[in-house]
């Protein structure tokens, strides 16, 4: 602990970072909000009544999950951005978050930038922290997300039918392509890194769009560890398989300027996309939240993901999943 922030403990670190007025945030005429946010034993929710709540907790570790070098700003974004996916996932409603801290020592700078990304992104998404634990060791971050949705509307893994459409939001690819930039194995130019580290930094959980897609779409997953794996999960709950074409996967232009071979890793098994992949039957009127939404495939009866080129010759691609247990 530095000199400048001698004397300040766990309490006074969480009343000055993560501690502010609880706003009940319900709409008019209903009892619904925070009773009692940080500073008790417990927080006190009034949930929306009839309503399901949806609870997701993400990790992140230092080393595992993030550079140690990364701006603190844009690392409470993620932290909070990355849980606000799985909601978005399952059209849930944001409702609050609590975090449990381990830091290495009180850093003021370093937390006043990363309460500052953290709540920010809190206050954008109409979910307050209400809750947490901070505690002295390796830097290490871990939130827990309450959500919301009416009964029997969450969007799950298991509802894809053969037939459906399979749909991707936004433009994959672009968080694994800076993470290889900062891996020294693919170089960019000044734009291009800034635009590619930008994805990986700083992730949007599409969370209009989960919630506009309650009731359309029959089975949703946000993509963390690459389509591939992702869209697996789908198609394992469902007791389905798919064929998606490669040449239909949406891509910045940066990634697009890559060789043929880091298109389709970081396409297909890149990693932090936190874009939603989902599925919907032919035809159907899919919500515009002004959100880019690309058509990437089909499911089919037949067991297995296939990849195929634009003239549905299969691609030879190799590639598997992200998984922190794999050898
Ligand atoms: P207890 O010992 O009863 O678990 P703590 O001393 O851990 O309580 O925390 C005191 C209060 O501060 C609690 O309301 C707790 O939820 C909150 N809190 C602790 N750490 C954090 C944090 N990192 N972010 C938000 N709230 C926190
Ligand atoms: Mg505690």
Not at 3 to 18: Q, Y
Not at 132 to 148: A, M, S, Y
Not at 295 to 313: K, Y
Request: aromatic share 6%; with cysteine.
């Amino acid at each position: 602990m530095g000199s400048d922030n001698a004397g300040m403990g766990e309490f006074d670190l969480i009343r000055r970072f993560f501690q502010r007025p609880v706003a009940a945030g319900a709409p008019a005429g209903v009892e619904v909000g925070i009773e009692v946010g940080v500073g008790d034993d417990c927080a006190v929710l009034v949930p929306t009544p009839g309503a399901r709540w949806l609870v997701s907790s993400d990790m992140l570790v230092e080393g595992r999950h993030f550079l140690s070098t990364v701006d603190p700003a844009r690392l409470g974004h993620k932290a909070l951005a990355v849980n606000l996916s799985d909601l978005a996932a399952c059209g849930a409603t944001p409702r609050g978050f609590t975090l449990a801290l381990a830091l290495p020592r009180a850093d003021e700078a370093w937390l006043a930038g990363f309460s500052r990304g953290l709540l920010a992104l809190a206050d954008a998404s109409g979910c307050p922290l209400v809750g947490g634990d901070t505690t002295q060791g390796p830097l290490n971050l871990c939130i827990t997300v309450f959500g919301e949705a009416p009964p029997g509307r969450a969007l799950l893994r298991s509802g894809a039918r053969v037939g459906d459409e399979i749909w991707v939001s936004g433009r994959l690819g672009d968080a694994r392509l800076a993470l290889e930039v900062f891996r020294g194995t693919v170089v960019l130019d000044g734009a291009g890194f800034e635009a590619v580290r930008a994805a990986m930094e700083c992730p949007t959980p599409r969370l209009a769009l989960g919630q506009a897609l309650r009731g359309i779409a029959t089975a949703a997953i946000d993509i963390s560890d690459g389509l591939l794996g992702d869209l697996g999960h789908i198609l394992a709950a469902s007791g389905v398989g798919a064929c998606i074409e490669l040449d239909a996967l949406p891509r910045s232009a940066t990634l697009a300027a890559q060789t043929a071979a880091w298109q389709r890793a970081c396409l297909l098994a890149g990693g932090d996309d936190y874009e939603l992949v989902f599925t919907a039957p032919p035809g159907v009127r899919l919500p515009d939240v002004g959100v880019l939404l690309t058509r990437v495939g089909r499911i089919e009866a037949e067991p297995g993901l296939r990849v195929v080129d634009a003239r549905g010759e299969a691609v030879a691609h190799g590639l598997r999943s992200f998984d922190h247990f794999a050898s």
